[in-house]
């Protein structure tokens, strides 16, 4: 006859309960962070929030390996850029018959505001990647340089470079097109 450990069965359960509040409290703390973030590399809402989601399922999975509570939004930002480059590891694009000229903007520009904030964040996406996700996960993620350095796996004073360059070169945007203005008006 085969005894039931009752004591073992009910750890089992508390730890399983435990895991799924912690989840559950990372899951209303950061979800909308992660999807904004998502958001910003994709420029996709389905595509974000599928991220955003297996992100999350990922979590859920390696739970255990996440020591630090307060590591959680790096930890999570960390598996959403993998996910992220996993969607072009699956794809293969061919663009070789697409004129990349003749693309446009396929964004309603209704009001000045509007046009000011797809300005910035075309000027964003013209950054270079090394550029670009740094500034990003600061602006976005309000991660600090420290933050960046590990999520990215840099050394701090690389990101901070690389953040001043960011930070110059919209700003050498904003100027030419500040300039540009004055001359047609």
């Given amino acids: 006859m085969i005894r039931r ?3 073992g069965e009910s750890a089992v359960n508390k ?3 435990s895991k799924q509040r912690r989840y559950d409290s990372l899951v209303r703390a950061l979800q909308a962070d992660l999807y904004r973030y998502a958001f910003w590399l994709c420029n996709d809402k389905q ?3 599928d991220i955003t989601q297996e992100t999350f399922l990922r979590a859920w999975r390696s739970m255990e390996s996440l020591k630090d509570d307060k590591a959680a939004k ?3 930002i960390t598996i959403l850029r993998r996910e992220n480059a996993r969607r072009f590891e699956r794809k293969q694009f061919d663009y070789s018959d697409v004129d990349q ?3 446009e903007d396929t964004y309603s520009l209704s009001s ?3 046009m000011e904030k797809q300005w910035l964040r075309r000027q964003i996406s013209l950054l270079e990647s090394e550029y670009r996700e740094p ?3 600061q602006i976005i993620g309000g991660f600090s340089g420290e933050e960046i350095a590990d999520i990215l796996q840099l050394n701090r004073n690389t990101v901070m470079t690389r953040l001043f360059r960011a930070r110059n070169q919209l700003k050498e945007s904003l100027e030419g097109a500040h300039a ?3 001359s047609n008006g």
């Fill in 112 to 114: 000045e505001d509007n």
């Fill in 47 to 49: 595509v974000a929030e």
């Fill in 15 to 17: 730890d399983m309960l």
């Fill in 101 to 103: 000229s003749q693309l």
């Fill in 74 to 76: 790096a930890w999570l």
């Fill in 5 to 7: 450990n009752k004591t």
């Fill in 135 to 137: 500034l990003l996960l």
């Fill in 180 to 182: 540009k203005g004055k």
